[in-house]
C-alpha cells in the first residue's frame, strides 16, 4: 500500500513537472514595428487631391532620417515638375503600431494608419487657435515621389 502511494505521488509530480514546464518559445515577445518603421518609404496620396492629371500631393515617411517627405506634381506626376520638400520629424510623443504623434508647443499633428494600412488620416491640432485646426485624408499611392 505505501508503494503504491510513493508511485502515485511520484507520478503526480512527474506529471505536474511536465505540465507547468515552460516552453521558451512561448515566452518570447513578439516585437511590433513603430509607425515609422513600419510605414517607411510608403507614398501616400491626399484623397482631396485634384484630377491626377492636373495636380497629386504626396507625402513619405522615412524612419532612417526621421523626416517627411512631401511632393506636390503637377500632370499628376507622370510629366510635370515636382516640388520637393523634406521636414525634419523632430517632438515625436507617439510612435505606436499605426499611430505617430508630433507635439511642440499648443501644436500637434496626429498621424493614424487605417483600414490594413490603405488609409491614413492626419489630424492637425492647435490648443491655442482651434480655427486653425484641420483633418487631412490620405490614400496609399503606388506613384513615385521622384524627390532626388
Known amino acids: 500500500m505505501i508503494k503504491k502511494t510513493v508511485l502515485l505521488n511520484l507520478l503526480f509530480m512527474v506529471v505536474f513537472a511536465f505540465g507547468c514546464s515552460s516552453n521558451e518559445d512561448d515566452n ?17 496620396l491626399e484623397d482631396s487631391t485634384d484630377s491626377l492629371d492636373t495636380y497629386a500631393y504626396l507625402i513619405q515617411f522615412l524612419n532612417t532620417s526621421k523626416s517627411l517627405v512631401s511632393n506636390e506634381m503637377s500632370d499628376g506626376g507622370t510629366s510635370g515638375p515636382s516640388n520637393c520638400d523634406t521636414e525634419s520629424l523632430p517632438y515625436i510623443t507617439e510612435n505606436t503600431e499605426d499611430t505617430f504623434v508630433q507635439s511642440i508647443g499648443t501644436e500637434s499633428r496626429t498621424y493614424t494608419v487605417t483600414n490594413l494600412g490603405k488609409s ?3 489630424k492637425s491640432v492647435d ?16 506613384l513615385s515621389m521622384d524627390c532626388n
Open 120 to 122: 491614413l488620416r492626419v
Open 28 to 44: 518570447e515577445t513578439i516585437e511590433t514595428q513603430t509607425f515609422l518603421e513600419k510605414y517607411d518609404g510608403v507614398v501616400w
Open 127 to 142: 490648443t491655442s487657435d482651434p480655427s486653425l485646426d484641420e483633418i487631412s485624408y490620405y490614400s496609399r499611392s503606388s
